[in-house]
């Protein structure tokens, strides 16, 4: 079985653009989250979709915003890029509780 | 809101020998799960043990077993016969729900521990 893909693996973006980071859950995951990682810190929260529907968020501007289609796959979508976006986001997906799978992230950079 | 704390940014263990891990979180609510996560350099967060508040016996997985103390709010995890291919950052990580009903829920990380198994 896949695990959880994410696309694409590293990305440069300008300050003020927009950027779509895409996720492929494991199959039969309905539940899929994302979680921007500074570099030396923990994952943050950013959003949780449960069957198509958003069920969380986190402390994160407007600027963040995402959405799951029908086969359960995820995109993050950031607009108006700041430096401080710089980051490795990762996707992460859950049948139910028991813990998440995660993906081996998107690292992004703002320059 | 949940808060959880690694109190060692960096530790270093000879291979074979055991090393333990601390964290210790903040939260008001009774049922919760607790992980530990491995983030090694390739990046990708790999699950390496689980255990239920509710549940008093320790959760453990071959060489990994976590001491948890419910009343102390304290998480902590024993590596035993440690090996190279366990140098990795370590994340423990708190779930409580999102809303009540359903299969939703956050994880809160603490800001990890970067482990060096040294040969």
């Known amino acids: 079985d896949a695990g959880v893909t994410q696309s694409p693996t590293h990305l440069i973006k300008t300050r003020g653009q927009q950027v779509t980071l895409r996720c492929s859950p494991i199959s039969g995951h309905k539940s899929v989250s994302w979680y921007q990682q500074v570099l030396g810190q923990g994952p943050q929260f950013i959003f949780q979709?449960?069957?198509?529907?958003?069920?969380g968020r986190g402390n994160f501007p407007d600027r963040f915003s995402a959405r799951q289609f029908p086969n359960y796959s995820s995109e993050l979508n950031v607009n108006a890029l700041l430096l401080g976006d710089s980051a490795l986001y990762l996707c992460?997906?859950?049948?139910?509780?028991?813990?998440?799978?995660f993906g081996s992230g998107t690292r992004l950079t703002v320059v | 809101a949940q808060t959880v704390t690694q109190s060692q940014p960096e530790m270093s263990v000879q291979e074979a020998e055991t090393v333990t891990l601390s964290c210790t979180y903040d939260?008001?609510?009774?049922?919760?799960?607790l992980f530990w996560y491995k983030q090694p350099p390739s990046r990708q967060m790999i699950l390496v043990i689980r255990q239920e508040a509710y549940k008093q016996q320790n959760a453990t997985e071959n060489r990994f077993s976590v001491n948890f103390q419910k009343a102390a709010k304290s998480f902590s995890l024993k590596i035993s016969d440690s090996q190279l291919g366990d140098t990795a950052m370590y994340f423990c990580a708190f779930m409580r729900r999102l809303n009540s009903g359903g299969s939703n829920y956050k994880l809160t990380f603490g800001k990890g521990t970067l482990l060096t198994v040294n040969p």
């Open positions: 979709y449960y069957e198509k529907e958003e069920r």
């Open positions: 992460a997906s859950s049948m139910r509780t028991g813990g998440y799978t």
């Open positions: 939260t008001s609510e009774n049922n919760y799960y």
